[in-house]
Each structure stands twice: as structure tokens, then as C-alpha cells.
């Protein structure tokens, strides 16, 4: 008797024996590279249009907005941009508040994912489902309590507005890098932890030692969420950073697009854009694995 072979289940409109015959491959390549071609318009023609517009001039743009790929070669907006709009400081006050953000959120998430993944006290459930009910508390309910707490920090008197730690305190509470740190802690091997335990290391050594070295991927990923979130987030800075010489980009838009011509602030509209793109071009790799690998976990 011959055996006979399972029939292999196959998804998609166009099975493979149909992507065998080229009557029916070419029409469906054909609609592919015109899916994948609209794709990529619609995700980089805004993108590439910006650039082109900010090397154009603002009569060229309110005549023929389409027209501006053939105008292209004014350089020195990017020159007005960063001598009359002063972007350079505008981009230094932003750095700063994304820098700072990304630091106190890697801080907070692995003192938390720390005790509740790696020390485990029996409080720890308690605290975890106390962070992960904040995920569900919408952000503008708290708006108003956290900016009365940054002006007049716990009663003492102590105001945190107009500094950077206005800005950065509160970016570190975040209970999703919480959440995120915590999942990829508990699926480290807890033989190390144990064995580190029994040869008589404590918990700043085990940390020290081995969790941190075991974790850097995802602190990355951590920290590149919170430097992103940072640098496009407007209206918590534009509460608690009121001086002009603090003001980050995304606070000072608004009024740049009042005083300059149109073309110098496409300029700086690309400046903005290219810090927050290239930081995702660069770590994007260590972004999609690090999380695939932390909604993997088990506990």
C-alpha cells in the first residue's frame, strides 16, 4: 500500500500551484508592486515633499505646491533656520528633555521590573496590578494633579516648573516601560539568580552582575520609546517649560510658524523630524526583536 501524503493546508487568495501558472503570477505581481508602490508614497511622499518644500521658497510653495521636486537648491533656509529661528538651541533644550526622559524611565523601570520579576517580595502582586491599572487611568485625568504637584511639590513650597525635572519625573513614571521590563525580567533564567544567591551575592550585586548585562536590549528599547515620546510630546512641556530660552521644539512650532516665512519653517520641520527617524532607522532591529521577545514571556 502507498502511503498517501496529508494534504498541507495553504493560506492566501493565490495558492501555490496557481502562483505556478503565469496567467494568474504576473496580474498578481503586477497588483503586489502596485500595492507595495502606494505604500511607500503614502508612508514617504509627505516626508520627501517636507524636504523639498524646505528647499524651496514660500512663493514657489503657495503657487504650485506640487511643483516645489523642481525648485529645490535654496540652502540657506536651514541657514535662517539656525541663526534667525535659533533651532540649534530649540533642538539642544529638546535633546536635553528626550535625554533626560529616557534616563529616568530606564531608572524607574528596572527598580520596579526588579523587585517585582527578580526579588519577588509578597507584595510584589499587589504592586504590579497597582501599575497595571494606571495603563487604563486616561493621561488627562491626571494632568491636572501632576501639573499642582510640579508647581508646588508636595507642599513643601519647592516648584519644579521651568526645569527640566518637570519634565523628566513624571516620564519616568511610566507603567507600559514598567510592564515591558518586568515581562522581560521574569523570563531570565532564575538558575543564575538562585545560583548568584547561594554563593552569597546580594541583590545590588545580582543586579549588577547579572541582570543588567542580560537586559540591555531591552533597556534600549526602553529608553528609545521614552526619547521618541519626549521629543513629540507638547502639552505637558509647554506647562512646566513657560521661559523662551527652555522651550523644546514641539512647544516652539506654534510660534515659529507666526514670525518666520513658510520655507524657513519647513526647515525646521525637517529638523524636528530627522532626530526622532534616524534614531528609529538605527535601533530599529533591537526594537522589533526586544519586544517580540518580551510578549513571549512567560512568568
Excluded at 9 to 26: F, M, N, P, Y
Excluded at 129 to 141: H, K, N
Excluded at 219 to 229: P, Q
Excluded at 254 to 266: A, G, M, N, V
Aim: hydrophobic share 55%.
Amino acid at each position: 500500500m502507498t502511503a498517501r501524503t496529508p494534504a498541507i493546508a495553504e493560506s492566501g487568495l493565490i495558492s501555490a500551484r496557481e502562483w505556478g501558472h503565469r496567467r494568474t503570477a504576473v496580474p498578481a505581481r503586477i497588483v503586489q508592486g502596485l500595492v507595495l508602490l502606494g505604500l511607500v508614497a503614502a508612508g514617504l511622499g509627505p516626508l520627501a515633499w517636507l524636504v523639498a518644500a524646505s528647499l524651496g521658497t514660500s512663493q514657489d510653495i503657495i503657487r504650485d505646491p506640487l511643483g516645489v521636486f523642481g525648485a529645490m537648491g535654496h540652502w540657506e533656509n536651514y541657514v535662517n533656520a539656525f541663526q534667525g529661528v535659533d533651532a540649534g538651541r530649540l533642538l539642544l533644550n529638546t535633546v536635553l528633555a528626550a535625554g533626560g526622559s529616557a534616563i529616568a524611565t530606564v531608572l524607574v523601570s528596572l527598580s520596579a521590573g526588579y523587585v517585582i520579576a527578580i526579588m519577588r517580595p509578597r507584595w510584589a502582586p499587589l504592586l504590579s496590578a497597582g501599575v497595571l491599572a494606571t495603563i487604563f487611568l486616561p493621561a488627562v485625568v491626571s494632568l491636572v494633579p501632576l501639573y499642582l504637584t510640579v508647581v508646588d511639590l508636595f507642599g513643601t513650597g519647592l516648584s519644579l516648573q521651568n526645569s527640566f525635572w518637570a519634565v523628566w519625573l513624571p516620564a519616568g513614571a511610566n507603567a507600559f516601560s514598567v510592564l515591558l521590563v518586568t515581562s522581560y525580567l521574569r523570563g531570565l533564567p532564575r538558575e543564575l539568580i538562585e545560583a548568584a544567591n547561594v554563593d552569597g551575592a546580594g541583590p545590588w550585586r545580582v543586579m549588577w552582575s547579572i541582570v543588567l548585562p542580560l537586559s540591555r536590549p531591552i533597556f534600549g528599547v526602553v529608553a528609545l520609546l521614552a526619547a521618541i515620546g519626549a521629543w513629540k510630546d507638547y502639552l505637558w512641556p509647554s506647562l512646566v517649560l513657560t521661559d523662551p530660552s527652555l522651550r523644546p521644539l514641539s512647544v516652539a512650532l506654534p510660534l515659529i510658524e507666526k514670525t518666520t516665512d513658510l520655507s524657513t519653517f519647513f526647515a525646521v520641520l525637517v529638523v524636528a523630524s530627522l532626530v526622532p527617524i534616524a534614531l528609529f532607522l538605527v535601533f530599529q532591529r533591537s526594537l522589533l526583536a526586544s519586544a517580540s521577545l518580551s510578549t513571549g514571556m512567560k512568568d
